[in-house]
């Protein structure tokens, strides 16, 4: 009789030995890298919005703009007609005209907003972002008004960068900023 000497001796009533296997160990690993993870977010990440302009002069400068220019868009406004559900070739000239005395103070408003510049170049670069988004903003409204003037009845169409309509990146710029006054306005005419 010859006796396997390679192999501990058990025990009927000892328990089996404890296996670490590959899967525990990727486990073990996934779990500290998520805690990591959580760690440097809430310990050590910056707590700044990507859009948020650092330079306060510059933000409290575009809001009283804004409020400005809005003061003048809301002198157009004219809701005695109500909605019209089938317009006229007069009217649709009529809205038309509206919506481009508007995107005009628009425009002049992007123009008085960005004439004075942050000091940073990151602030710079994202006031140049903001610009680009109202850019396309005032071309959207000036391709609607074109419609309009061929009378054709169709929607407001608004650009979508990277999956999004771009007067929400303009209102989440004006949000995290404080320049409220800045945002889009919801209707095409005053407010």
């Known amino acids: 009789m010859s006796a396997d000497l390679s192999a501990p001796p058990t025990h009927p009533d000892s328990p089996a030995p404890r296996r670490i296997t590959f899967v525990k160990v ?3 690993i996934v779990v500290l890298g998520l ?6 977010a ?5 707590k700044k919005a990507a859009y948020r302009v650092d330079d306060a002069a510059w933000r ?10 809005q003061a003048q868009r809301l002198e157009l406004v004219d809701t005695s007609q109500g909605y019209i559900a089938e317009p006229t070739r007069e009217q649709m000239i009529e809205h038309a005209d509206l919506v481009d005395a508007a995107t005009d ?7 008085d907003v960005t004439s004075m ?3 940073s170049e990151r602030d710079q670069s994202l006031v140049s972002d903001y610009t680009g988004y109202w850019t396309t903003v005032l071309a959207d409204r000036r391709a609607y008004t074109a419609r309009l003037r061929n009378y054709q009845l169709e929607p407001y169409l608004e650009t979508a960068i990277e999956g999004n ?4 990146l303009l209102t989440d710029f004006s949000v995290v900023n404080q320049i409220t006054a800045c945002t889009p306005p919801n209707e095409l005419g005053g407010e």
Not at 42 to 46: D, E, Q, W, Y
Not at 60 to 69: I, K, P, S
Request: net charge neutral.
């Open 26 to 28: 990727l486990l073990t």
């Open 35 to 40: 805690l990591a993870m959580w760690v440097y």
């Open 42 to 46: 809430f310990g050590f990440a910056s």
């Open 60 to 69: 409290e400068r575009a809001q009283q703009v804004c409020l400005t220019y």
């Open 105 to 111: 103070i628009l425009e002049r408003q992007l123009a």
């Open 117 to 119: 510049q942050p000091a």
């Open 165 to 168: 309509p771009v007067t929400n």
